[in-house]
């Protein structure tokens, strides 16, 4: 296994994380000496935090309050409730226009079965990552970007150096683009701090993306509600349904 507490000190070092680098395993058996988690996770991407302290192994019952993370997981929805609490969150991004129908084959979902997934700092990981985290802002994501197009060479899923290349990109593809800046800029522009990136949005298409976005802020800020309701009362010991938090939500906006 390769030295994966000497690569988190790199990652660490030279980015400045605040947050360890987090190991994501993905294996059909639990590692020896992890447990399980101590509490209920409101949702599967409570892990990832957690996970950062600490390594935690889970399997599908872990992750059972949140239905969505089951799905693009590829765990199975065992019983009645918890299909009909899929079910139900479907319908209620539908109807906010959150995720539509036609939106639900592009939401990539792992192609084999999670058993068990096991998170861990990267430093002390027991198994060998499948997928490594990193909480960076734009600045940070600027040096991870730059790297990750030299590694694979292509078009980054965020671009870097230059700022600039984000407008020819955006008009040669006819699709929107991102930047996360440059040094140059960076030095330049006051307005580009670090927790600022940089959209580029083919102007042909403005109306459709001002539609939509319009549709996916106000969809965004509802579904913000219902999430903080639901951390709430599965940290204080419950576990509720998607039709319950939705009855919480309603009644909170009263």
Known sequence: MSDYSSIASVLTESLGLRVAPVAVCMTD???????GPSQQAAAGCVFWEWGAKDAIVTSPADHQNCVVGMYTHHMPLATPSQQENLNDCLKVFGDLGYVRPEDIPAIPV???????VVYAPLASTPISPSVVLLFANSRQSLA???AVQQVDPSVPPALGRPACAVIPQAINTGKPAMSLGCCGARAYLDVLTDDFALWALPGAKIAQYAERIKVLAGANNILTKFHELRRTDVEAGKSPSVKESLARLQNADK
């Open 29 to 35: 058996k639990p590692p020896q000496g992890v447990s």
């Open 110 to 116: 792992l192609k084999d079965e999670a058993k068990y």
């Open 144 to 146: 991870i970007t730059e």
